[in-house]
DNA sequence: ATACTGCATCCCATTATATGGGATTTCGGC
DNA sequence: GCCGAAATCCCATATAATGGGATGCAGTAT
């Protein structure tokens, strides 16, 4: 009964779904599969991601993929495109998130930081979170520079690391989850840029010295971005603030002058 | 076999899970049922649910409610209480609601509307959306009379026909559709309130008639609440606006004027 | 102190449920 | 109108999810 299986599929399905967890038979594969679904529909720009492209990145058989899309959508967490190729958020997935008090509140608090420093930069700052090991636009607002670079947008999820404000989070880490995260993060680079683990670890080196995290053309081409991460109570940082401009505006005199308004921003507030 | 299974769960476990959906072997029971999770928490006001509760409310046995509970735990779609009983809204919920592009649009575009009518009526207001055989509070704003009212928060989930807005939701369907409806929540209404098939009913009929959803008491005691839905392209609406006031202020000129201002305001806007 | 009650949590045999290979349909480009 | 590429559906199979029951844990009454 087992030789007519044969050898293939002899690693079966050892996906990284949740990332580090330790991924056992715990009774709640497809669960997980479908929460792995929808952080990874968040993430992506807001036209959505194809069958295809969700089934390769979550590892998943397209048959699979596809019952646990057709069920997320019917239950209207996910949406598809008019043409039946393309999924995106749906609006409970909004609706339920109006319920979660605790992050709204702490993005609201964040709220008037961001525009302030958006009037006072002119360029485009962003409210950045961590969840497990990846970070989340969790508010943007564009200043009014006559240049404006919108790099990512509020809801997209990257690996911790890429951008500015992720670097800023991952450089408030202790050493060890440091590294830690960075070797687990390490093989989902790939997809997302052509960033190497190395060029991390020399950028999170340097936000250490400096307390600033700055990325040059990581995320897109020709973006200078600058993150600081917000001290939590305890333990890493769970916040960041940044902001993104084009790398033709940007000047040695422009930097200093940021980094004293995000310094500010951040001690304004206080630690939360 | 069967025979030792006997009588009991004769009738297994035919839950009405996602409401109306044919609930057939379709291979996503699982999700289905953290969905149903998801959006009873989501509905209860900010305290949270308990294990017991939750099991009870979508008719699952405890070890199951338990098992996915802890799942959608670790996934951080939901929170426990620092006790351990309660469960709320997670973090990654909210987050990816952020992604949720179309609706957060909808919510943002009546925002303005939404606050020029708590200014201009110095009362408590809502918008409401439909969301399959449920309202959900979108929105909120509060007016600035001496006796504020906050019957219910953003993101609460309650069976339509359960308050003015949803009340005016449900009076915008079709005939046929609005009592398919009434008779899927007839069962659900005990659990919310004392509130009868009969009296929906009616509340619809008046709001047919006026335009305008009333509701005294239903959602709270001596609460005054006042809806209208807001037209969709076609079909039904899927958004309406709602005021709630205490009842000992509210007067027959004040209801004829908070009636100018409602309707002022959808049309204002016009059908999206 | 001791039993009791109500609840969350864990364990594990059982099978219904989710799975993925493969067939079928749909669509857009030649 | 044919051809590929992708989404969608079908169905035998065994794995993953299930729920009954045992255990643990607080708070309350005895």
Redesign the pocket.
């Known amino acids: 009964?087992?030789d007519r299986?044969e050898g293939?599929?002899s690693v079966?399905?050892q996906t990284l779904e949740s990332a580090d967890s330790a991924t056992k038979?715990?009774?709640?594969?497809?669960?997980r599969?479908a929460a792995s679904i929808l952080k990874y529909v968040a993430g992506r720009p807001t036209n959505g991601a194809?069958?295809?492209e969700i089934s390769e990145a979550i590892q998943?058989?397209?048959?699979?993929a596809?019952?646990?899309?057709?069920c997320l959508v019917h239950e209207q967490l996910l949406a598809?495109s008019d043409?039946?190729?393309r999924y995106a958020m749906g609006d409970l997935t909004l609706e339920l998130g109006l319920a979660a008090k605790t992050l709204q509140k702490a993005i609201l608090d964040w709220r008037a930081v961001v525009e302030d420093l958006a009037r006072d930069t002119g360029v485009t700052v962003y409210l950045v979170g961590r969840s497990g090991n990846e970070s989340v636009i969790l508010d943007a607002v564009h200043g009014s520079s006559v240049v404006r670079v919108i790099p990512v947008e509020v809801g997209q999820r990257r690996p911790l690391g890429l951008g500015a404000g992720a670097t800023a989070l991952l450089a408030s880490m202790s050493e060890e989850e440091c590294e830690q995260t960075v070797a687990s993060i390490e093989q989902h680079l790939h997809r997302h840029s052509s960033v190497k683990a190395g060029t991390i670890r020399e950028n999170v080196r340097r936000a250490r010295e400096t307390g600033f995290a700055e990325s040059l053309g990581v995320v897109a081409e020709g973006i200078f971005g600058l993150g600081v991460a917000i001290p939590a109570r305890r333990g890493p940082a769970l916040l960041a603030l940044s902001l993104a401009a084009h790398a033709s505006v940007v000047t040695d005199e422009k930097i200093a002058a940021w980094k004293r308004y995000l310094s500010q921003a951040v001690h304004r507030a206080g630690p939360r």
């Open positions: 009964m087992r299986l293939h599929l079966r399905h038979s715990d009774g709640t594969q497809a669960i599969r194809t069958l295809r998943l058989s397209r048959s699979t596809h019952r646990i899309l057709k598809q043409d039946a190729k």
